[in-house]
Nanobody, 126 residues
């Protein structure tokens, strides 16, 4: 059974930092695109960042560019989202996602991902 488990969320003051981790079990994703999405109350789920299987190609949404960094450690079957200079508008549930089929590129649409984590809450206070 494939599972994606996020960790690292929590409550932080504006300007602070958090690092989210997403560890996969049940299969390896070393050649598969992965991504981070978030959903704030009353809003649609949106892509935050995406990364190719090798980690050589990444995408970061304009709203977090320069503040968030996506990375992965394929030896640990884990991806990360480093979040710096957090703002109250970053408050959301953050979801990890992984694509089932191997690919050399990243994907920006949620429908491209087959596996999802349960989500971790990030709350940024002003």
């Amino acid at each position: 059974q494939v599972q994606l488990v996020e960790s690292g969320g929590g409550l932080v003051q504006a300007g602070g930092s958090l690092r989210l981790s997403c560890t996969a079990s049940g299969r390896t994703f070393s050649t598969n695109a992965m991504g981070w999405f978030r959903q704030a109350p009353g809003k649609e789920r949106e892509l935050v960042a995406a990364i190719s299987g090798s980690g050589g190609s990444t995408y970061v949404a304009d709203s977090v560019k320069g503040r968030f960094t996506i990375s992965r450690d394929n030896a640990k079957n884990t991806q990360y989202l480093q979040m710096n200079s957090l703002k109250p508008e970053d408050t959301a549930v953050y979801y990890c996602a992984a694509r089932a089929i191997s690919s050399p590129v990243y994907y920006t649409r949620s429908m491209s991902y087959d596996y999802w984590g349960q989500g971790t809450q990030v709350t940024v206070s002003s």
